[in-house]
């Protein structure tokens, strides 16, 4: 039987500062299509080995 899953701890203070200026920092950043085909080209092999 699967184990429940506990719920996500909400970020407060300086957790949620240092948090909120990461996703601000990486907002414009792209990933090159190279990586993208790549990465999802890996997720449609792992795909296909599922029952």
Do not use: H
Not at 9 to 38: C, H, M
């Amino acid at each position: 039987m699967a184990m429940p899953i506990k719920e996500t701890p909400v970020l407060e203070g300086e957790d949620a500062k240092r948090f909120i200026l990461q996703v601000e920092k990486n907002k414009n950043k792209t990933v090159s299509k190279k990586d993208y085909e790549a990465a999802k080209n890996t997720f449609v092999k792992i795909m296909q080995k599922q029952p």
